[in-house]
């Protein structure tokens, strides 16, 4: 999703990076005050390393069990192993390669919390750190995700209809959109404090969803995966989770959601309206201008370079659950 950088590296999401970039990088960071003296080792060992490896400064996030009911549809679904769930991420405020959100969000901080729920509705509410968790009974659903660069996974979200959300706060008649906003904190995230690193994005990170898109019930907000709560890459303590669009739609680590009246902007269109749309339904038959969205590579338990190219499946497989939101429309007008 690269669009500042050259275009052969946008499709070039390998985990490998050359070591003098590598050290650059690391240089940078530490400059800029987000590494510890501790964090000068390989990515390799950062991806595997356990508390011990961590100095103080640095000392890794803790996620915490989840009580949650079991998904009852999916469990035939094979899953992305967490290992590589929670270590190959697009989480830009902490760096646009995949392996650094992994390792640069390890101290962001997400307790207090706060999540306001606002605009065009009759019972506006603010929920802290404990009633994400605590006010909703929470499911696992397990979902494809499919990022539009053409990697997917299957991730185990623990989490609650964001409908259930809204039917508390009581949208009114002129509630035709919610737009949902990913903190702003350049101190902890590096990624806004360093248009480079950001991958040039203006922040905060923003996201919207038509209102009926919104209470469709595959619609999670999602506070945990395989069984725990979120780590920081993948979004904590809240973040979005819309199955049959592209990831990007599926905005991370989320303080603001508001009811309004007109289609919100969103960041990826904000950068590049011609190839990033606001419905963003995974659509094989709809290319990126700059790559074919036919297929997908799957993340899977094999290496690196297995060969997992799967075709990718309108409304990302599903249609039966969403395509009647999108009957009449022409969806290579309304990408
Ligand atoms: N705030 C914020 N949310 C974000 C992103 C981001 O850069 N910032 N990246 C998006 C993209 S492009 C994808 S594919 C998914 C990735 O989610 P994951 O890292 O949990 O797999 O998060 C989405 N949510
Ligand atoms: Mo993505």
Not at 235 to 251: D, H, N, T
Not at 296 to 310: D, P
Request: proline share 7%; charged share 25%; aromatic share 12%.
């Amino acid at each position: 999703m690269l669009i500042n950088i050259p275009k052969k590296f946008d499709l070039n999401e390998s985990h490998v990076t050359d070591e003098p970039i590598y050290h650059e990088r690391r240089r940078l960071l530490k400059q800029m005050g987000f590494l510890g003296a501790g964090a000068l080792m390989s990515s390799a060992i950062a991806n595997n390393a356990k508390a011990g490896f961590f100095s103080d400064d640095e000392a890794p996030f803790q996620t915490r069990t989840l009580t949650y009911s079991k998904d009852p549809f999916n469990q035939t679904l094979i899953k992305t192993p967490e290992k590589k769930v929670i270590s190959h991420n697009n989480f830009y405020e902490f760096g646009s390669k995949k392996d650094q959100p992994a390792e640069l969000a390890q101290s962001f901080k997400v307790e207090p919390w706060q999540l306001k729920i606002s605009g065009e509705c009759d019972h506006p509410i603010t929920l802290d750190y404990d009633d994400l968790t605590k006010l909703f009974p929470l499911e696992e659903r397990i979902y494809r995700l499919r990022c539009v660069e053409a990697w997917s996974m299957v991730i185990p979200w623990i989490g609650f209809s964001l409908a259930s959300l809204l039917k508390k706060v009581a949208p009114n008649s002129r509630a035709n959109y919610v737009a949902f906003e990913t903190l702003y904190d350049p101190k902890q995230m590096p990624g806004q404090a360093n248009r480079r690193l950001g991958g040039g994005i203006k922040y905060p990170y923003v996201e919207g969803l038509r209102i009926d898109e919104a209470m469709n019930p595959l619609t999670l907000m999602s506070v945990g995966l395989y069984g725990k709560t979120l780590p920081p890459q993948n979004g904590a303590p809240i973040r979005l989770v819309v199955p049959w669009k592209y990831g990007f739609k599926s905005i991370k680590s989320i303080v603001g959601i508001k009811l309004v009246e007109h289609k919100p902007s969103t960041t990826w269109k904000k950068l590049a309206p011609k190839e990033y749309g606001f419905y963003a339904n995974v659509n094989p038959n709809h290319d990126h201008p700059r790559w074919s969205q036919a297929s997908e590579r799957r993340i899977t338990s094999g290496g690196l370079f297995t060969r997992n190219r799967i075709a990718t499946l309108p409304f990302n497989g599903y249609s039966e659950e969403v395509a009647d939101l999108y009957r009449g429309m022409n969806l290579s007008k309304h990408f």
